[in-house]
């Protein structure tokens, strides 16, 4: 999860996803009430006057107000990014000459098995990670919600870990989790348990990466949910107590449906962000560096796909491979955010 | 939470202006930073010493010699920092193992032949030069140090042991790998918190230095599934099933070295140096021996001249004078950097006696090796093959994986890395 | 009596439950402490040390002899602040255009912005190495600056509050005594939206300050590096020497995480309001 501040949502700020123009706020384009008539009126008649201009020409000040940010997108976004599927059909190794080589690199690409064990790697260090992050957030939501006391105090503990350097957080559960001396091990021999080779293990360095992802994104995940069950109107759940109705059935006869549209965005941001785990593997296993730089540790068994890209790209100067790597791995998530989004907006229309 | 409307604007064109600036600075860099009186030079830590490093600054001082102790992947920083001349260093190193990855592009690096080298020559080792010779005859690489191989291993646990304790004594008795295995068993018997060696990898990288195959042939074919290989591979699997490998593959390998867990470790002159700085609380209490079954060489690396160099004929007088016999007996003291001159060979320094090895005469193991060691044929892709295998043996040490899907594993992976670098 | 007794009993047990959660959110940063304050033979010992040493000056001084940190610092502050300045202008122009703006391609440039959110920076960054090279920005921080200057959350957040926080009657009257639309921007949208620009300055600054990646690929000296790459490589190199790469941890995150909780209640709550959007 490299909190690159370029493009995407980077998760720890706050990420209006167009599918989320649901709770409060006017969605972007849609019309606006009668209350206000459409205000997005071009200067008229006071400008008109000094300057009589026409067509495009009118509107320079507007079309010089959004072009740097369209200007510097182009060069640097978007001119890449398609440069990118053409990197993906050639074999280049960064310093002589481009050779066209058709389909090629994806073909190597299905029959590589490191490609297809780093995509394994990934996808269960995501599961890992997300399944209890967004669990243990929502229960510390409805915990928070609960009690009155404490909340703002509750609510800037808990967001601080999201605003911390990943490369600090890699480095510090390095040290914690360190086979002969670290904390774990540690604690584990004062309770007269066996040490554990925490980043020798092909299961225990998948689950050190999704402990570092859970620690770093549960709470700011929590205090999502806390605003969306903030924004439940206190009446409903009383209605419901009325009708007998019980904590648990409460819960999720109420509190999870109407937190239904905040529950999908954060499954949608923990998908993109979890997938592009890099940093923890890559820091954790950065000093192995004598033999194999950016495996991904011992096994390979820390090596998520955007690593192996890395590796292809800027260890083995293989570009071609590389790209045709990271495109393959963007359809992927792609694929499967279609696919959450699918699942919770059917299980909305049910009932 | 209050940002002065003013303040801004004001940070905001001063920002623009400053970015504007360092862009046409950056820009105009190449033409003004490429005054053929600064030299930049580029290597890793302990690649060379840093004392003569110093000297050399002193000692050409109509020279500015401005240094750059790169970290992180050597490899990959210098391959970034070739791609433009304001960027490239004048002078630079290439680790041993890497070196064959740069032949292809030798047009990026100049000849040292062309400066002088063919004259110097005849006083460095022959196959050393013939690692950084291109197949026409271009020499890229001044040889910096070689990598000639050995055992360190901890005197005091192989006395606890009950094994031989004197370095010639080590040597004559473990000299087969089998040996030196049945010895870790003893070992670990004794001592059960002790294992022989720190990973497999290791033992697979001094079996196949051992050979003079390796990877890839000179025809560009890929060998790594013949018998030379496969023997390596049987060879580092077996302290695995003998219970003699600690299975270090990470950053631990550091507090293992200094509190007993491995006895030993298989490495090159330079490891030395990692061994002090890993655990000097162990001074004394280590020894060196002849590696089993021969002489092997791991990495070893050199100085460069990249094509964008801005002052060849001085850079060359500057690499030259850093690695004559007598800077390079200093880079032995200082920085465990094994000379690439025999001339250095007779020069006090490496022949006296060493207190981290409790006095040992290190010499009398490294010289021997060093003048047997095989000379194979590295070919560019190398580097990228062999990764394959060293991944399947952490995934033996990992995750348990039978040693034999592993080697298919290996195998089939090296293969297919081999046919994506063109190899056929 | 029972019940309050048993009301207030689950009002505890709330309590600890999140208190926990509390220790556990900011534990690494007390154990941080610890290591960086002891020394390593200290952390390596068992039982190992659990309370602050005093070794944490001759741990700074073992860092600042291995990396140049200060000079790291100076980069990682040039970047961050360069790179907030730059979108917070460009942001907040080109948001007010999009807000309150009718003008050709307006839709379509807007379903764009929109349109990059899923894409990953992964996805441009070969290419965008080989632009910088062929622009001798590589290994300058420009390279980190420009690129990061184009932020679609930060044209969508501050249109959103655009809309609704720069009253229209006030740029009407501006209209009406001639002023044009980068006087109205100045005067007019400028004070009004200086609450979002804070958060969003906030944000691109964490982020910026945080950003490994694109440091990692485009840096290469050590006098150019940010604190991420520095920190990182430092802990490659000297993994031995624990408590003097945590004292470089420390110095590289304490006061980032001071400057946020002094900021945080707004920034949290502007951030969750983001979310739920």
Redesign the interface.
């Known amino acids: 999860m490299s909190s690159s501040p370029v493009a995407g949502p980077a998760p720890t700020g706050p990420s209006s996803g167009p599918a989320t123009g649901s709770a409060g706020q006017p969605a972007p384009d849609r019309p606006r009430g009668p209350g206000r008539p459409g205000r997005r009126i071009r200067p008229v008649s006071s400008r008109a006057r000094h300057r009589p201009r026409r067509g495009i020409a009118r509107y320079w000040p507007q079309f010089l107000a959004v072009s740097p940010y369209y200007l510097i997108f182009s060069v640097f976004m978007l001119f890449p990014m398609l440069y990118t599927v053409y990197l993906a059909f050639q ?1 280049w190794d ?3 000459e481009m050779e066209f080589v058709g389909l090629q690199q994806f073909r ?1 690409l299905w ?4 490609f297809w064990l780093s995509l394994r790697n990934t996808l269960v260090i995501w599961v890992l990670s997300t399944v209890p992050m967004l669990f243990l957030a929502l229960v510390m939501a409805v915990l928070i919600n609960s009690t009155r006391r404490f909340t703002a105090f509750y609510r800037v503990a808990l967001f601080i870990p999201s605003i911390t350097s990943l490369v600090a957080i890699a480095i510090f559960f ?1 040290a914690i989790f ?4 670290g904390l774990i091990n540690a604690i584990l021999q004062s309770l007269n348990l066996s040490a554990v ?1 925490w ?4 299961w225990t ?1 998948k689950l050190v990466i999704a402990a570092l992802m859970t620690w770093q994104w549960t709470g700011y995940n929590a205090i999502i949910y806390l605003a969306g069950l903030q924004a439940i109107p206190s009446e409903l759940y009383e209605a419901a107590k009325m009708d007998g109705a019980g904590p648990v059935r409460i819960f999720f006869g109420i509190t999870i449906p109407l937190l239904r549209p905040i529950i999908l965005f954060t499954v949608v941001i923990s998908t993109v962000t979890g997938l592009q785990s890099f940093t923890e593997p890559q820091v954790l ?5 004598s ?5 991904g ?5 820390g090596l998520t796909t955007l690593l192996y890209f890395y590796h292809q790209a ?5 570009f071609g ?1 590389a790209a045709a790597i990271v495109w393959a791995f963007f359809l992927l998530i792609l694929l499967i955010v279609i696919i959450n989004w699918r699942l919770v907006q059917r299980k909305e229309r049910r009932p | ?3 002065s ?1 003013r303040r ?2 004001q ?2 064109v ?3 202006a ?2 504007g600036l ?2 046409a600075c ?2 105009s ?2 033409g003004g930073s490429k005054d053929s009186k600064t030299l930049k030079l580029w290597y890793w ?1 302990g690649g060379m010493s840093d004392k003569v490093v110093a000297d050399a600054k002193k000692q050409f001082s109509d020279t500015t010699l401005k240094t ?6 050597f ?3 210098l ?3 070739l ?2 001349a ?2 490239a260093p004048d002078i630079t190193g290439i680790k041993g193992e890497d070196i064959a990855s740069f032949l ?2 030798a047009n ?1 690096f100049l000849d040292l032949n062309e400066l002088g080298m063919d004259k110097l020559a005849p006083e460095y080792l022959s196959w050393k030069l013939k690692q950084a010779t291109t197949q026409d005859g271009k020499l890229i690489g001044f040889p910096i140090d070689i990598g000639p191989c050995a055992v360190y291993y901890r005197e005091d646990l192989f006395a606890k042991a009950g094994l031989p304790t004197d370095p010639a004594k080590v040597s004559s008795e473990l000299s087969t790998w089998d040996a030196f295995f049945e010895a870790g068993v003893e070992l670990h018997k004794a001592v059960p918190k002790s294992f022989l060696v720190n990973n497999i ?1 290791a033992v697979f ?1 001094m079996a196949v230095g051992q050979g003079t195959k390796r990877f890839i042939d000179e025809d560009n074919t890929f060998i790594g599934d013949q018998d030379h290989i496969r023997a390596a591979w049987t060879t580092a699997v077996k302290p695995y099933t003998l219970g003699i490998d600690a ?6 390998w ?3 070295i200094g ?1 007993g ?1 491995v006895a030993t470790g298989l490495g090159a002159a330079w490891y030395a140096l990692d061994i002090q ?2 655990a000097p609380g162990t001074k004394g209490k280590w020894r060196v021996a002849s590696l089993p079954s021969g002489p092997s060489n791991l990495g070893g690396s050199f100085l460069c001249l990249p094509s964008t160099c801005a002052n060849p004929e001085k850079a060359f007088e500057i690499v030259s004078w850093m690695l004559n016999a007598e800077n390079q007996a200093r880079g032995f003291t200082d920085a465990a950097l094994f000379p690439t001159t025999p001339a250095a060979y007779e020069l006090p320094a490496l022949t006296g006696g060493d207190a981290f090895f409790g006095g040992q005469k290190t010499i009398e193991i490294f010289g021997p090796a060093a003048e047997k060691i095989p000379a194979a044929y590295e070919a560019p892709a190398d580097a ?1 093959v062999s ?1 394959a295998y ?2 399947e043996l ?2 033996i ?3 348990g ?1 039978d040693p034999e899907d592993a080697w298919k ?1 290996a195998v ?2 090296a293969k ?1 890395i081999a ?4 190899v056929k | 009596m029972n019940s309050q007794n048993r009301k207030r009993l689950r009002g505890l047990s709330v309590h600890a439950v999140l208190m926990l959660c509390v220790v556990i959110s900011v534990f690494p940063f007390y154990w941080i402490i610890v290591m960086a304050t002891n020394t390593s033979q200290d952390i ?1 010992r068992y039982p190992p040390k659990l309370w602050f040493g005093d070794n944490l000056l001759t741990n700074i001084q073992h860092l600042f002899d291995k990396m140049d940190f200060f000079g790291s610092l100076f980069n990682t502050v040039i970047v961050a ?2 790179t907030t ?2 979108v ?2 460009f942001d907040s122009l080109a948001a007010f255009a999009f807000a309150k703006y009718d003008f050709p391609a307006k839709k379509f440039l807007f379903g764009l912005l929109l349109a990059m959110y899923i894409l990953p920076t992964q996805l441009a960054i070969i290419p965008q ?1 080989e632009i910088m ?1 062929q ?8 390279a980190l ?2 690129p990061a200057a184009a932020n679609a959350f930060g044209i969508f957040w501050m249109r959103q509050y655009t809309i609704t926080g720069v009253p229209d009657e006030l740029l009407d009257a501006a209209r009406i005594d001639g002023s044009g639309f980068f006087r109205q921007y ?1 005067h007019v949208v ?2 009004c939206v ?2 979002a ?3 969003l ?1 906030i944000y691109t600054f964490i982020a910026a300050w945080n950003d490994y990646i694109l440091p990692l ?1 485009m840096l ?4 150019e590096l940010t604190l991420q ?2 920190l ?3 802990y ?2 000297h ?2 020497d624990y408590s003097m790469v945590m004292a470089g941890v420390l110095l590289a995150v304490i006061p980032l995480v001071l400057v946020f909780t002094f ?1 945080a209640r ?1 920034f949290i709550a502007d951030a969750t309001k983001g979310a739920l959007r």
Do not use: H
Request: neutral net charge; charged residues 15%; aromatic residues 8%.
């Open positions: 074999k960064g310093i002589g190597f029959d590589d098995p490191v390095g360190s086979n002969n001396f080779p980043l020798s293990n092909e360095i296993f950065g000093s192995d560096a033999t194999n730089p950016n495996s540790g011992p096994g390979q068994a800027f260890d083995n100067n293989d491979y | 939470m209050d940002l409307r801004f604007l940070a905001a001063l920002t623009a400053t970015a360092t862009a950056g820009g860099e190449p830590a750059s102790v790169i970290g992180g992947d490899k990959t920083k391959l970034t920092g791609k433009t304001q960027t292809p592009n990026r990898g990288s299975k270090i593959n990470d950053n631990t550091n507090a293992a509190n867990t700085n890993a990228a990764a060293f991944n952490t995934a040490e990992a995750k994986k594993d089939s992976q297919q046919k994506r670098q063109g | 390596y602040v360069c300045l730059l917070l202008f190495y090279i622009l001798g920005w590589l290994g300058t921080l420009q600056i420009v100045w400028l004070p200086r609450p620009l804070a958060f300055g690929v290469v000296n050590p006098d790459v520095a990182a490589q430092l490659a190199g993994s031995t900021f707004g």
